[in-house]
């Protein structure tokens, strides 16, 4: 029985790796990807790993899956793109050497352990609670320094992916900020009377006087 | 099933993702072929924690998880930047750190 599920979970897993390199639509590939992932929370399973089964299919088939999705959307990025020149042959080449070669490496080793399936099970062993314990017992400093990394790399998106002036061309937000709007209701600013409209009298829209971004207020003086 | 099967298992799946970083182009299908690989080795852990009856393998993995979560998060904020910028998706393109 666990020989059966084994090999479907596995002809699942690489079916997926092999649907994420080949299919042409990166939408797909992400498909693929999840796809994979199942199949190898599947094969955790087997192998008594059920905490990390299950944040396997939350963690990655869920949220990181998620926000490919979103990417892969927002990008489009629907373009045929295939390796010129060498790389086209040499790139799978290599890969099925290097695959040959860690089939025979594994295979071929003479080690007992490999050859057998694995220690007795004891009950517990992969439960949340005993993963739990270690990493707050054993690994305190590596969980620690993880979860410090996740806020970095967090910080870090926001800081690579957020809009950023003069270096890209901005209409997008111009488009947004200079559409008419009657004037005095808009900003904290006219509000504060800290800017002031000073074409205010030449833009307005059926007579209504138009406030004009960065403007100043004529018939205040500044401040509070 | 025999541990070897499962090391196999992750050196092929390790291989296709190897394979499709040399292949691909689209900085995307990169990202996800480097997940590939981070798998087959989490794969391989797991495994390992089995053979040995030894919990700190799937530690491992889970911190594994961990960083391969922080790597995609960075790799497609600058996926997104170089979206914004309006330059070709296409890492034979973005061959230079400059502009």
């Known amino acids: 029985m666990s020989a059966v599920l084994f090999f479907i979970a596995a002809i699942g897993a690489i079916t997926g790796a092999f649907g994420v390199v080949i299919l042409r639509n990166p939408f797909y590939s992400v498909l693929a990807l999840a796809f994979h992932l199942v199949s190898l929370a ?183 | 099933m025999n541990i070897g099967w499962y090391l196999v298992v992750s050196a092929i799946i390790f291989c296709i993702g190897a394979g499709g970083v040399l292949v691909r182009r689209n900085p995307l299908v990169i990202l996800l072929c480097l997940e590939l690989m981070l798998n087959a080795a989490n794969l391989a852990l797991v495994a390992f924690a089995r053979m040995w009856g030894n919990e700190e393998g799937q530690v491992f993995a889970l911190i594994v998880m961990v960083v391969a979560a922080a790597e995609v998060t960075v790799g497609l904020g600058l996926v997104v930047a170089i979206y914004r910028r309006r330059l070709p998706i296409d890492v034979d393109e973005l061959n230079e750190l400059q502009g």
């Open chain 1, 42 to 224: 599947a094969l955790f399973l087997l192998l008594r790993a059920e905490f990390v089964a299950a944040a396997q299919v939350i963690v990655y088939a869920g949220a990181v899956m998620v926000l490919y999705v979103f990417v892969v959307a927002y990008v489009g990025g629907g373009e045929q793109l295939e390796s010129r020149g060498a790389l086209r042959v040499l790139g799978p080449l290599f890969a099925l050497v290097l695959a040959i070669e860690l089939c025979i490496a594994m295979l071929g080793a003479g080690l007992k352990g490999v050859n057998s399936k694995g220690a007795p099970y004891a009950p517990g062993f992969g439960s949340p609670g005993s993963i739990g314990q270690l990493f707050l017992t054993k690994f305190l400093f590596p969980f620690e320094a993880a979860s410090i990394l996740l806020l970095v790399a967090a910080v870090g998106a926001v800081v690579l992916a957020r809009r950023r002036r003069g270096l890209e061309p901005d209409e997008e937000f111009e488009r947004e900020v200079s559409v008419p709007r009657p004037a005095w209701t808009g900003t904290m600013a006219e509000a504060g009377g800290l800017r002031l409209p000073v074409h205010a009298e030449e833009r307005t829209v059926e007579g209504v006087p138009v406030a004009t971004p960065g403007g100043d207020r004529p018939d205040q003086e500044g401040g509070w």
